[in-house]
């Protein structure tokens, strides 16, 4: 079975660009979730999809958004660059029971704003 | 004060040891709890749930003490292999967020 995969791999954007980064889960989960790791600040988490629709979302700013496809791959569009947006972006899937089940996390974009 | 809050660490412990981490929570009406592993430039995995009851797995034991708002990981045997950052996951009582802590980091040393 497929894990998450998440595309690119490495992202470098300069400050004020958009950037774009992909998330396709694994085959049979409904959720998508997106996390934002910064040197030393852990986990973030950002937003979370469910079935196309947008379940809740981080404290990030509106510049944050995203997307889920029909087939549940999801898209992460960052706009207005800034520096302190460089970091690791993961992505998780998981199965949508109503209860919190494991996430499963693909190796993440390195996103880097010069 | 931040929602879920661990000690960085590092822990230094020699093969064999018994290690433990904490993880509080501010959150009394947290309603799940979770450790997750990430290796060095890896994504996390999930290690292990926290039950109420506590739970096992091997070498690992997972606790959750309601009162004093936190939940544990105990590591007996200590192996090279154990060397990563443990994070943990509190989710809150109406499922509509995820907290990770910004994890624990445990070098195991021969």
């Known amino acids: 079975e497929a894990g998450v995969t998440q595309s690119p791999t490495h992202l470098i954007k300069t400050r004020g660009q958009q950037a774009t980064l992909r998330c396709s889960p694994i085959?049979?989960?409904?959720?998508v979730y997106w996390y934002q790791q910064a040197l030393g600040l852990g986990l973030q988490f950002l937003l979370w999809y469910d079935e196309g629709e947008e379940r809740n979302r981080g404290n990030f700013p509106p510049r944050f958004s995203g997307r889920q496809f029909p087939n549940y791959s999801s898209e992460l569009n960052v706009n207005a660059l800034e520096l302190e947006d460089s970091a690791l972006y993961l992505c998780a899937s998981s199965h949508d029971r109503g209860v919190f089940d494991e996430q499963y996390f693909g190796p993440g974009t390195r996103l880097t704003v010069t | 004060r931040k929602e879920v809050e661990q000690d960085p660490g590092p822990f230094n412990v020699p093969e064999g040891a018994t290690v433990a981490f904490n993880c509080t929570y501010s959150n009394s009406a947290s309603q799940s709890f979770f450790w997750y592993r990430q290796d060095c430039r890896k994504e996390p995995k999930l290690l292990m749930s926290v039950y109420s009851s506590g739970n096992e797995d091997g070498r690992f034991t997972a606790q959750l003490n309601r009162a004093s708002q936190y939940i544990s990981l105990l590591i007996r045997d200590s192996k090279l292999s154990d060397s990563a950052t443990y994070l943990c996951v509190v989710i809150p009582y109406n499922f509509n967020k995820f907290y990770f802590g910004s994890g624990t980091k445990l070098n195991v040393k021969p």
């Open positions: 085959s049979g989960h409904t959720s």
